[in-house]
């Protein structure tokens, strides 16, 4: 087990999830943005130019690393030859943070390129935190875990979310990664109150805040169904729960994360000047 | 009850399959529309990944047909790994046997040129031989001359004319006329370059790849064409910083 407060060296301040197509204009005026992260799985070439930019980029700015194919929450062992990847990646780039997802992606030799739900029982918090461990281990540092966002429940599942990532951060040292949008969409979707959920989070784990746009859907029902897009602005109601959630827990490391249609950067910009203002509030 | 991953995974990828029982609403009821986001995703990523990573393909079909080619493809070939920079590897093989597309025979080896281009950008790093001390060698010394190349290089042979065929689509090229063409792909920094090499340049540049000195690269391209000219292939090879070692027989 690693200590839990080892490493928190993201800059309290917003951050963005880099895209090439903002190469330039990050380095010319970066404006409130203090870091960037990154997924895992494209930088995993042997080189040319993705490489090459992010060793530029790492120059200037700490750099978060955000694993998105590991496949944490799989009932199969941990894919040996990514998590070797992994661990090159983390070897060459020494970042400020390594994150990963409660979920899973792989099963049989199939990857689906999807964050798939698991029920929160005690075989899958056994299983998630012997492959944390793993990770952990092979990685020679703490990760930070991200909760999920879910459109449907498992009959099976005995114990909330909040206690079950509490439980997996303190049998294996992680951090936790809260995902606010997460938040929003995955209590929609199950009937449940934000706020009450982080009042259950355990809050001292966090280590870095996403913030991302979602769809709004509706199911057969007529229940709103809230689809984690990455695709649009925050929307008010997130951004009012992030400055409460800033407020109780004191400020963190915050991402604004937008991975389709992604807009200019000055669009991208303004999100992370919003975040910026909430962090001032709290640090005066 | 309890859903395991094989019944999840299974009924994400064939959207006739019922849900499986356990999956729940927050009423209780069948999850029914909910999990339908999960196969929504899995399989537009994955058919947007392939639309990236297959542009000449999916402008040859058009945005409408590639969609159901790739919804066939997903769901029978989805990745083996979480690098989806290089998903797609399978579907030169796959469009071979899709029936709708057999009347374009050219197809597959377009794929296989979309996927040459994508692993020579990914492919590491290297630094250019000196080649200016080539056409300073007596004849005997260049015959005996073996090549190194980079890791970026990718040769591409086909019956048809793909490099024209890629151009005409990607960059407004020219009509392409019928014709085998050999497509070679360089990385002189970080953009791949295609250069078209007649068949006989392409087993020229083939026989360099695999080892073999200058003189019998030379006689093997001259079996398919006794005028073969050598220069526009070397001078691609050079110009795209292909050469990364420039080594002498040792003398008999």
């Known amino acids: 087990m690693l200590d839990a407060t080892s490493q928190r060296s993201l800059p309290l301040a917003p951050g963005i999830g880099y895209k090439p197509q903002h190469f330039t204009e990050i380095q010319q005026d970066p404006g409130p943005v203090r870091w960037l992260e990154v997924h895992a799985e494209n930088y995993m070439g042997d080189g040319g130019r993705p490489i090459a930019q992010l060793r530029h980029l790492a120059e200037r700015f700490p750099i978060s690393v955000h694993g998105v194919g590991l496949s944490i929450g799989g009932e199969a062992p941990l894919d040996a030859d990514h998590l070797a990847r992994l661990r090159h990646l983390v070897d060459w780039l020494n970042p400020a943070s390594f994150s990963e997802h409660l979920a899973w992606s792989s099963h049989e030799t199939a990857f689906l390129n999807d964050l798939l739900p698991l029920p929160y029982t005690q075989a899958t918090l056994t299983r998630v935190a012997d492959h944390i461990d793993q990770l952990q281990e092979a990685l020679g540092r703490q990760m930070l875990l991200e909760n999920p966002s879910t459109y449907l429940a498992f009959a099976e599942s005995e114990m909330e979310e909040t206690d079950f990532l509490r439980e997996i951060a303190q049998r294996t040292g992680c951090g936790l990664l809260l995902d606010i949008n997460n938040v929003f969409v995955s209590c929609t979707n199950q009937k449940l109150d934000p706020r009450a959920y982080i009042a259950d989070f355990p809050l001292d784990f966090v280590g870095e805040v996403h913030l991302g746009g979602h769809d709004e859907q509706e199911d057969e029902h007529g229940a709103p169904l809230l689809i984690d897009s990455h695709g649009a602005e925050v929307v008010d109601p997130v951004w009012t729960l992030y400055a409460e959630t800033i407020a109780a827990m004191g400020p963190r490391p915050s991402l604004i994360e937008w991975d389709t249609d992604v807009p200019d950067w000055p669009v991208l910009a303004a999100e992370a000047e919003r975040a910026a203002g909430i962090l001032a509030q709290v640090s005066q | ?252």
């Open chain 2, 1 to 252: 009850m309890s859903v395991g991953q094989t019944a999840f995974r299974e009924a994400i990828l064939d959207p006739a399959r019922d849900v499986p029982d356990g999956l729940v609403d927050p009423e209780g009821r069948p999850a029914g529309k909910r999990f339908d986001v999960y196969r929504n995703n899995v399989v537009v990523s994955l058919s947007n990944a392939l639309a990236e990573a297959f542009p000449v393909i999916r402008k040859l079909l058009g945005e409408s047909n590639f969609g159901i080619l790739a919804g066939h493809f997903v769901r029978q070939h989805p990745p083996s790994s979480p690098l989806i920079a290089h998903y797609g590897s399978a579907l030169p093989d796959f469009l071979e046997g899709f029936a709708p597309v057999q009347n374009l025979g050219y197809l597959p080896d377009i794929a296989r040129l979309e996927l040459a281009m994508r692993r020579a950008y990914h492919a590491a790093d290297s630094t250019p031989a000196d080649s200016s001390v080539l056409p300073q060698m007596p004849p005997e010394q260049l015959l005996a001359t073996r090549f190194t190349f980079a890791p970026s290089v990718q040769l591409l042979r086909s019956d048809w004319p793909i490099a024209a065929i890629w151009r005409f689509n990607a960059e407004d090229g020219p009509k392409p006329e019928m014709r085998a063409e050999t497509a070679l792909l360089t990385r002189p920094e970080f953009d791949p370059v295609l250069t078209t090499l007649t068949p006989a340049g392409g087993v020229f540049v083939e026989a360099l790849c695999d080892g073999r000195n200058f003189g019998d690269a030379l006689e093997a391209a001259a079996a398919i064409d006794p005028e073969f000219d050598l220069s526009p292939a070397l001078s691609a090879l050079v110009s795209g910083g292909a050469i990364t070692d420039i080594s002498e027989d040792p003398s008999p």
